[in-house]
């Protein structure tokens, strides 16, 4: 590999690899202010309220999937015309690594919950398609030898032509998103050692090592053999029981749909816009959102959220709810349209009850709606009588990516949390609150 990325001239000590060696391209991209920023990210957000370990940065993780990213390209290199990369130039490698080392520059504060107000709020993706065309990022690349936009097409896709992407390029997108992607191969783990549970383990040595390209249908595709079978069930497994146990944790989203608020508050009371939040880490935006020029609703959720005094379960809801999840659910979509409910049911509470409840004190939480397809390839050596040569997962393994959505919308739940004062009203009010949720005149603009 150093002919296409030059000479290591340091490591950096990590605590899932042990050694991470980086040339002075690398060290010189991370040394940038923009990458310097994600040092002040949680990788998980909330997640430290349950688990204190949970303090690990969007920038080891990001180190993390350039070692995974150096991995696989070695492995398949080595392969070459036997199921590799054959004769790849150099050039392609460099960026690779760069989108590898690059594909979270975008994030914003506490991890992904912000994204979820939508517009003007843009997707991390696009927000780094940005940072790299136009910071000091794009400069150091450059003297990398790497085009800064052909980084932005792997990481962001909907930034780049899709006639830009064909041939080996299919191969480096599906490396860095797709059911095989490195990503998730390294923050799976390391989430699940950062909180010591007993979930998130993936046999990644196996899995990297049973990469294959192939043809397939007309075109290249990232595939594995039969060898890694087993290895890409870990990671699906390990997805599952992290989202069940950690991510959703109701903990967790109880906090980010308290920091959500927060922030939808301020951009439409003028005094925060979404191009603030990209400059903005888990501190300084904290910092920002207790100023007092912040919205009375703002700085008291973020009060409570320094102090602890975090919003409480008072009424779940299961897909099994039927239309009442449905139409919970599609608020996700409304931002706004959620804060006109939260603010209503905040008003009938009050009406029923007597008491002062703030707008703020009922809030809905919906987690976003995950995509759990499986569409990566199989290919076998010698195949069983009964199997072909090429297989998709599905044929292969019988586990089909419907299946997999199935149990994952028994597992997700929508919640309405309250100051903890109103839990037990709220509760005992349900059947009020949950008439004022399904009623027509309070249901979103399709």
């Known amino acids: ?32 202010p923009q990458f310097l920023r994600l040092q002040r990210i949680k990788q998980l957000g909330w997640v ?36 590799g ?21 975008g994030h914003y504060p506490y991890s992904h919950g912000i994204e979820e107000l939508g517009p003007p709020v843009l997707p991390h993706e696009e927000v780094g398609a940005m940072v790299i065309g136009s910071t000091d990022v794009s400069s150091v690349l450059w003297d990398w030898g790497v085009d800064p936009h052909r980084v932005i097409s792997l990481i962001a896709p909907s930034k780049s032509p899709e006639h830009e992407i064909n041939g080996r390029w299919l191969i480096y997108r599906s490396l860095l998103s797709g059911a095989l992607d490195i990503d998730k191969i390294d923050y799976l783990p390391r989430d699940a050692q950062a909180c010591n549970v007993p979930y998130g383990r993936v046999d ?34 390990a997805r599952q029981e992290m989202f069940d146990n950690v991510y959703w944790h109701h903990t967790n989203r109880a906090c980010m749909v308290m920091l959500l608020r927060a ?70 979509y409304h931002p706004g349209s959620r804060k006109e409910l939260e603010i209503r049911l905040a008003s009938i509470l009050s009406e029923l009850t007597g008491l002062e409840v703030m707008p703020h004190e009922i809030l809905i939480d919906i987690p976003k709606p995950e995509r759990w397809d499986v569409d990566a390839l199989v290919v076998f050596r010698r195949p069983p009588i009964g199997l072909n040569q090429i297989m998709t997962w599905s ?52």
């Open 263 to 332: 922030v939808q508050d301020a951009i439409e009371a003028g005094v925060l816009s979404s191009e603030d939040l990209i400059n903005h880490d888990d501190y300084s935006l904290i910092a920002l959102l207790l100023r007092s020029d912040m919205p009375d609703t703002t700085r008291s959720l973020v009060e409570s959220l320094v102090a602890r005094r975090l919003h409480k379960r008072a009424i779940e809801f299961s897909v099994q709810a039927g239309v009442t999840f449905q139409r919970l659910n599609s608020l996700f």
């Open 204 to 237: 990644t040595e196996r899995l990297i090592a049973s990469l294959r390209v192939l043809q397939f249908e007309g075109s290249p595709h990232l595939a594995i053999t039969d060898k890694g079978i087993s290895a890409l069930h870990s990671l699906i497994r």
């Open 1 to 32: 590999m150093e002919n296409f990325i030059g000479e290591d001239v340091t490591v950096i000590r990590d605590s899932l690899y042990s050694q991470v060696p980086i040339g002075e391209h690398v060290r010189a991209l991370i040394s940038t």
């Open 395 to 446: 044929e292969a393994t019988g586990m089909r990516s419907h299946d997999l959505s199935a149990y994952e919308s028994y597992q997700r739940r929508i919640r309405i949390v309250t100051t903890q004062r109103l839990r037990d009203r709220v509760w005992t009010l349900k059947d009020r609150l949950i008439g004022e949720l399904m009623a027509p005149s309070n249901r979103p603009a399709s």
């Open 48 to 83: 430290y309220m349950v688990w204190p370990g949970a303090t690990h940065t969007r920038y080891e993780h990001s180190l993390g999937v350039y070692y995974l990213a150096r991995k696989a390209l070695e492995h398949l290199i080595r392969l070459g015309k036997n199921g």
């Open 85 to 105: 990369l054959e004769d790849p130039q150099p050039g392609e490698i460099r960026t690779v690594l760069a989108a590898a080392l690059l594909h979270d520059i």
